[in-house]
């Protein structure tokens, strides 16, 4: 009796071991899909990566920081032609 059980439960287990395996490719291979599906959605939608976001964000920063250089440049040549005009 006890080898009859034995068998059954290592049996059972080792069903339970491939369904296991089984659901778990499944899981992957479902996650892999929704990827896919989100990223052909997102490229279809014509979305901006994160990298090139970053990329034209720190051009603007740049930029808007040399902007207020120059204005800066500007209001003093502005204050010292004003200077030397009433001189």
Do not use: Y
């Amino acid at each position: 009796m006890t080898q009859t059980t034995n068998r059954f439960l290592d049996e059972f287990a080792k069903l339970m071991t491939d369904a296991a395996g089984a659901a778990d490719g499944l899981r992957k291979e479902a996650e892999q899909l929704f990827k896919s599906q989100g990223e052909r959605f997102l490229r279809d939608m014509d979305v901006v990566r994160r990298e090139e976001f970053e990329a034209v964000k720190a051009m603007a920063e740049k930029a808007r920081a040399e902007n207020e250089r120059l204005e800066a440049r500007i209001a003093a040549l502005e204050k010292q032609l004003a200077r030397s005009g009433t001189e």
